[in-house]
């Protein structure tokens, strides 16, 4: 906000600036240049009006001393006063001092320089004084018959005085009084040609009050020096009694130097002035004129101020127009700001109003689509943002609430979302694990092997048997590792993970009860078969045939109840992978007629005949446990005896080629549907038939026997149906020495005796 | 050695071990019996048996036990004495310890009928 406030400023007064420099910058210029030609134009005017000035008072001057020493010379020359005459002489003198105002003594010296007759204006002096020493008689007397104009001095009334003498020469020829100058006229010999010298004193303060009064422009007024620089004479008296030696002013050293050029300098007074010097022909003075510069150039201050007053009137305008102007463009562009602000507080509904039918109008209309459009987009994201919220909860919940831990992993494979049952697998909390690498954390193995799941290929990855070391024990894991395609999603892969650890360990507990079961139903087993075939043996003779037939069904039921826990237990050694074989050389031909033997009383009760045929007579030899083998036959034979109506046919056929012995139990009964036929080797297959066939068989007994033949690296199987009977049939390999030496176990069975007996070997 | 007569049966179930003692006295074995480990050793300081018949699940010492105590200790004089593991335990770890301890033989009591007994113990003698 303050931004925009700031440029708003900046606009105004640039506008402003603009204006003023446009409409002033070319009347400074004007009126500059005006005012310079003028001030040269006044100065010169001022130069020329001042030399006129000086001529004027100069010639004054010297008109004056002209006059004066014109007169005395004509005196001078008068026959009466050059010879002393009396009383011509002092008639002459006395009309002489009458005659002229100025005048206010008049002497004549003889030539020694003593006074001979003196006048002043009240009349003849009788007082005569030797004015021999003085300075007039001498320079009248030693200046080759010049006239001599003394300095000016004062009187007591402050009245200035000069003294003018003039010789009185011998030779009184006629006079040109157009020379003034006697010497001009070279009648002057020497001092000897001099009969006496009139002294004049005469008071000149009309002479200096002509002079002084003169006046040029605003303070100028001309003053007079003699020529060594004295001062003479000045308008101020105060500065005429102070200052005497005036040769270090420019305008008097100009004098000095014989020049009479006018001058722009510093005045006597210390002012800037404009000064002429002028030489005064019959005293060697000089009048010196000066104007300050101000009254010089007073002329053009009217102009001056008129120029301000149209500059003034200017800026005045241009600060007019310029608000105007900033009126006409800024206040829709503080409109569009506002409307900007607006829009940024999320106010889209503003709309900005300008009229003006330009650009700005555009800019407002476009602005205000802008706004429209914002909005709509707000509107969608909002919604669904509210949708994505409900969706992320509810996924959150899901993914919280499941058992199967759940880790979200980005490319690098660090996680970025873990639930607690997957944290809980490594023992820490969830928020300790985001950011870290995973394959850091979990130290799966698999089969022994260091295990880390592929992340670069898409796809759904699935991996069971997975271990992951906790303490000195393992987790048993199965992991799903969904790897996600993740240019447009920072999660790279996404990995559940199901725990069957606990389900394991309730399999090793059934496991486990299953043995220890089996032992506690061992045990009275024993007893009951021990006591039967005790009653069996020993106590028949005082039986009954109803005795002994009803002791031959215990014996059964006790026989085939050891059965079915011995099959519970191979089942369960099958599952914990405990099932173990010891591989002996045995001869097939002969067992497979011992188990024929052993079914032959069982095959006769259901008048069911039972044979066994070979390919091969004599020994054929394979590498088998013989129990095992034996479980195997008693379980095909059993079946096949069970399965197959009284009256029926149970064959063994032994064939047996170069390397393999091929066993095949085949009945005549009703065979084994086709539907069943997938399932009859399985492990699930055994529950159906269990519950379907009651006491007639569990069905364990064919998923054991295809464990055993497997082990012994045979086929166990069933023909195809082929509508009469059925035929299972196993396979396993011939005995090879060079194979099988190695497999025989140094655990020696020892046949014939049912049951698991192991004897120790002597070493 | 001409036969394995004397005989020593130690089973802790009555009905078991009356059962055994009875075929084997029928069979002219000269039988004695012991129902747990101390009667065992006991009995040994004065019968010295050419077979010993051992059940495993005992009070007190284990079959198991047992039979490690006879063929670690000379004392008992049945280093080289016949032993038969006769037991219900049919599981690999049990079956293995035993001839690991020193049993010549091992059967499972169910899937022996108690006629079967001399034949197991005439099949001891090499």
């Given at each position: 906000?303050?931004?925009?406030?700031?440029?708003?400023?900046?606009?105004?007064?640039?506008?402003?600036?603009?204006?003023?420099?446009?409409?002033?910058?070319?009347?400074?210029?004007?009126?500059?240049?005006?005012?310079?030609?003028?001030?040269?134009?006044?100065?010169?005017?001022?130069?020329?009006?001042?030399?006129?000035?000086?001529?004027?008072?100069?010639?004054?001057?010297?008109?004056?001393?002209?006059?004066?020493?014109?007169?005395?010379?004509?005196?001078?020359?008068?026959?009466?006063?050059?010879?002393?005459?009396?009383?011509?002489?002092?008639?002459?003198?006395?009309?002489?001092?009458?005659?002229?105002?100025?005048?206010?003594?008049?002497?004549?010296?003889?030539?020694?320089?003593?006074?001979?007759?003196?006048?002043?204006?009240?009349?003849?002096?009788?007082?005569?004084?030797?004015?021999?020493?003085?300075?007039?008689?001498?320079?009248?007397?030693?200046?080759?018959?010049?006239?001599?104009?003394?300095?000016?001095?004062?009187?007591?009334?402050?009245?200035?005085?000069?003294?003018?003498?003039?010789?009185?020469?011998?030779?009184?020829?006629?006079?040109?009084?157009?020379?003034?100058?006697?010497?001009?006229?070279?009648?002057?010999?020497?001092?000897?040609?001099?009969?006496?010298?009139?002294?004049?004193?005469?008071?000149?303060?009309?002479?200096?009050?002509?002079?002084?009064?003169?006046?040029?422009?605003?303070?100028?007024?001309?003053?007079?020096?003699?020529?060594?620089?004295?001062?003479?004479?000045?308008?101020?008296?105060?500065?005429?009694?102070?200052?005497?030696?005036?040769?270090?002013?420019?305008?008097?050293?100009?004098?000095?130097?014989?020049?009479?050029?006018?001058?722009?300098?510093?005045?006597?007074?210390?002012?800037?002035?404009?000064?002429?010097?002028?030489?005064?022909?019959?005293?060697?003075?000089?009048?010196?004129?000066?104007?300050?510069?101000?009254?010089?150039?007073?002329?053009?201050?009217?102009?001056?101020?008129?120029?301000?007053?149209?500059?003034?009137?200017?800026?005045?305008?241009?600060?007019?127009?310029?608000?105007?102007?900033?009126?006409?463009?800024?206040?829709?562009?503080?409109?569009?700001?506002?409307?900007?602000?607006?829009?940024?507080?999320?106010?889209?509904?503003?709309?900005?109003?300008?009229?003006?039918?330009?650009?700005?109008?555009?800019?407002?209309?476009?602005?205000?689509?802008?706004?429209?459009?914002?909005?709509?987009?707000?509107?969608?994201?909002?919604?669904?943002?509210?949708?994505?919220?409900?969706?992320?909860?509810?996924?959150?919940?899901?993914?919280?609430?499941?058992?199967?831990?759940?880790?979200?992993?980005?490319?690098?494979?660090?996680?970025?979302?873990?639930?607690?049952?997957?944290?809980?697998?490594?023992?820490?909390?969830?928020?300790?694990?985001?950011?870290?690498?995973?394959?850091?954390?979990?130290?799966?193995?698999?089969?022994?092997?260091?295990?880390?799941?592929?992340?670069?290929?898409?796809?759904?990855?699935?991996?069971?048997?997975?271990?992951?070391?906790?303490?000195?024990?393992?987790?048993?894991?199965?992991?799903?590792?969904?790897?996600?395609?993740?240019?447009?999603?920072?999660?790279?892969?996404?990995?559940?993970?199901?725990?069957?650890?606990?389900?394991?360990?309730?399999?090793?507990?059934?496991?486990?009860?299953?043995?220890?079961?089996?032992?506690?139903?061992?045990?009275?087993?024993?007893?009951?078969?021990?006591y039967?075939?005790l009653l069996n043996t020993d106590g028949i003779k005082q039986l009954t045939i109803y005795n002994i037939?009803n002791l031959?069904?215990?014996?059964?039921?006790?026989?085939?109840?050891?059965?079915?826990?011995?099959?519970?237990?191979?089942?369960?050694?099958?599952?914990?992978?405990?099932?173990?074989?010891?591989?002996?050389?045995?001869?097939?031909?002969?067992?497979?007629?011992?188990?024929?033997?052993?079914?032959?009383?069982?095959?006769?009760?259901?008048?069911?005949?039972?044979?066994?045929?070979?390919?091969?007579?004599?020994?054929?030899?394979?590498?088998?446990?013989?129990?095992?083998?034996?479980?195997?036959?008693?379980?095909?034979?059993?079946?096949?005896?069970?399965?197959?109506?009284?009256?029926?046919?149970?064959?063994?056929?032994?064939?047996?080629?170069?390397?393999?012995?091929?066993?095949?139990?085949?009945?005549?009964?009703?065979?084994?549907?086709?539907?069943?036929?997938?399932?009859?080797?399985?492990?699930?297959?055994?529950?159906?038939?269990?519950?379907?066939?009651?006491?007639?068989?569990?069905?364990?007994?064919?998923?054991?026997?295809?464990?055993?033949?497997?082990?012994?690296?045979?086929?166990?199987?069933?023909?195809?149906?082929?509508?009469?009977?059925?035929?299972?049939?196993?396979?396993?390999?011939?005995?090879?020495?060079?194979?099988?030496?190695?497999?025989?176990?140094?655990?020696?069975?020892?046949?014939?005796?049912?049951?698991?007996?192991?004897?120790?070997?002597?070493? | 050695?001409?036969?394995?007569?004397?005989?020593?049966?130690?089973?802790?179930?009555?009905?078991?071990?009356?059962?055994?003692?009875?075929?084997?006295?029928?069979?002219?074995?000269?039988?004695?019996?012991?129902?747990?480990?101390?009667?065992?050793?006991?009995?040994?300081?004065?019968?010295?048996?050419?077979?010993?018949?051992?059940?495993?699940?005992?009070?007190?010492?284990?079959?198991?036990?047992?039979?490690?105590?006879?063929?670690?200790?000379?004392?008992?004089?049945?280093?080289?004495?016949?032993?038969?593991?006769?037991?219900?335990?049919?599981?690999?770890?049990?079956?293995?310890?035993?001839?690991?301890?020193?049993?010549?033989?091992?059967?499972?009591?169910?899937?022996?009928?108690?006629?079967?007994?001399?034949?197991?113990?005439?099949?001891?003698?090499?």
């Amino acid at each position: 906000m303050h931004h925009i406030k700031m440029v708003r400023l900046k606009i105004s007064s640039k506008v402003l600036l603009y204006f003023l420099v446009i409409s002033l910058l070319p009347l400074f210029v004007v009126t500059t240049l005006l005012v310079n030609s003028a001030k040269s134009q006044l100065l010169q005017a001022a130069k020329t009006k001042q030399q006129i000035i000086a001529n004027k008072t100069a010639e004054s001057v010297d008109n004056f001393l002209s006059d004066k020493i014109n007169l005395l010379v004509f005196q001078s020359r008068d026959y009466s006063i050059g010879r002393f005459i009396e009383p011509d002489s002092s008639h002459n003198l006395g009309v002489l001092i009458n005659q002229d105002a100025d005048l206010e003594k008049v002497s004549l010296l003889d030539p020694k320089g003593m006074e001979k007759i003196v006048f002043n204006k009240h009349g003849r002096v009788n007082t005569l004084t030797d004015l021999s020493e003085s300075d007039a008689y001498n320079a009248a007397m030693f200046l080759k018959g010049r006239e001599y104009v003394s300095s000016v001095s004062y009187n007591e009334a402050g009245d200035p005085l000069i003294t003018i003498a003039v010789p009185m020469l011998a030779n009184n020829l006629g006079q040109n009084l157009d020379n003034l100058s006697l010497a001009n006229l070279g009648q002057y010999k020497g001092p000897e040609d001099i009969k006496g010298i009139i002294l004049a004193n005469y008071n000149i303060s009309d002479l200096w009050q002509s002079v002084l009064s003169t006046k040029i422009g605003e303070g100028g007024y001309a003053y007079v020096v003699d020529g060594l620089g004295n001062l003479v004479a000045h308008p101020n008296k105060k500065f005429l009694n102070s200052h005497q030696k005036l040769s270090n002013v420019e305008a008097v050293k100009e004098f000095i130097n014989g020049r009479e050029e006018t001058l722009q300098t510093v005045s006597e007074v210390g002012l800037d002035v404009i000064s002429t010097p002028h030489k005064l022909d019959h005293s060697g003075w000089a009048v010196i004129v000066e104007e300050p510069v101000t009254s010089v150039y007073a002329g053009i201050n009217s102009f001056i101020k008129l120029s301000g007053i149209i500059i003034i009137s200017a800026a005045f305008l241009s600060i007019l127009t310029s608000l105007l102007f900033r009126n006409q463009l800024l206040v829709p562009i503080r409109k569009l700001t506002f409307g900007a602000k607006k829009l940024g507080s999320g106010d889209f509904d503003h709309k900005i109003n300008i009229t003006s039918n330009d650009e700005l109008k555009e800019l407002a209309d476009t602005f205000n689509n802008m706004g429209l459009n914002i909005k709509q987009l707000v509107t969608n994201l909002e919604y669904k943002n509210v949708h994505l919220n409900i969706e992320q909860i509810k996924l959150n919940n899901i993914i919280s609430s499941v058992s199967d831990g759940i880790i979200a992993l980005d490319a690098r494979g660090e996680i970025i979302s873990i639930n607690p049952p997957a944290a809980k697998l490594i023992g820490k909390p969830p928020n300790e694990l985001h950011g870290k690498i995973m394959s850091d954390l979990y130290p799966w193995e698999h089969e022994n092997k260091h295990f880390a799941p592929e992340l670069k290929i898409p796809g759904i990855y699935h991996y069971s048997d997975l271990t992951l070391p906790r303490g000195n024990d393992y987790l048993y894991l199965d992991i799903m590792v969904s790897v996600i395609d993740h240019t447009h999603s920072e999660v790279a892969a996404i990995i559940t993970i199901h725990d069957l650890t606990q389900a394991r360990e309730l399999d090793f507990m059934k496991l486990d009860f299953v043995a220890i079961a089996a032992h506690e139903l061992r045990t009275p087993l024993t007893v009951i078969q021990g006591y039967l075939s005790l009653l069996n043996t020993d106590g028949i003779k005082q039986l009954t045939i109803y005795n002994i037939e009803n002791l031959q069904k215990a014996i059964s039921g006790a026989t085939q109840l050891r059965n079915l826990i011995n099959k519970l237990l191979s089942i369960a050694r099958i599952e914990r992978g405990e099932m173990e074989i010891n591989i002996n050389k045995i001869d097939l031909n002969k067992l497979v007629k011992d188990i024929v033997g052993q079914h032959a009383t069982a095959a006769a009760q259901k008048e069911q005949r039972i044979m066994s045929h070979s390919n091969r007579e004599g020994h054929v030899y394979v590498p088998a446990d013989i129990s095992s083998i034996s479980e195997v036959l008693n379980n095909l034979i059993g079946n096949a005896l069970k399965f197959t109506d009284a009256g029926g046919d149970v064959k063994i056929n032994l064939t047996i080629s170069n390397d393999m012995a091929r066993v095949e139990v085949v009945d005549n009964g009703p065979g084994v549907p086709t539907e069943l036929r997938g399932r009859l080797f399985t492990k699930f297959y055994r529950a159906e038939r269990s519950l379907i066939a009651g006491s007639r068989g569990t069905g364990l007994g064919l998923y054991i026997s295809k464990t055993i033949i497997e082990l012994h690296n045979g086929k166990i199987g069933i023909e195809p149906f082929t509508g009469k009977g059925s035929t299972f049939y196993f396979t396993l390999p011939i005995y090879n020495p060079d194979k099988h030496a190695k497999l025989i176990s140094n655990k020696k069975e020892t046949g014939g005796i049912r049951g698991w007996f192991k004897k120790r070997t002597t070493s | 050695m001409a036969g394995l007569k004397n005989v020593l049966l130690v089973e802790d179930d009555p009905m078991i071990l009356e059962m055994y003692r009875v075929i084997l006295v029928d069979r002219q074995y000269k039988v004695e019996t012991a129902t747990r480990s101390d009667e065992v050793f006991a009995k040994l300081e004065t019968f010295h048996p050419d077979c010993i018949l051992l059940d495993v699940m005992l009070p007190g010492m284990s079959g198991l036990e047992i039979l490690k105590e006879l063929r670690a200790n000379p004392k008992h004089g049945c280093q080289k004495t016949k032993i038969v593991i006769l037991s219900n335990l049919a599981q690999q770890s049990v079956t293995d310890s035993a001839i690991e301890n020193g049993a010549d033989g091992y059967v499972i009591k169910s899937d022996i009928l108690p006629k079967d007994l001399p034949t197991i113990i005439d099949s001891l003698v090499e």
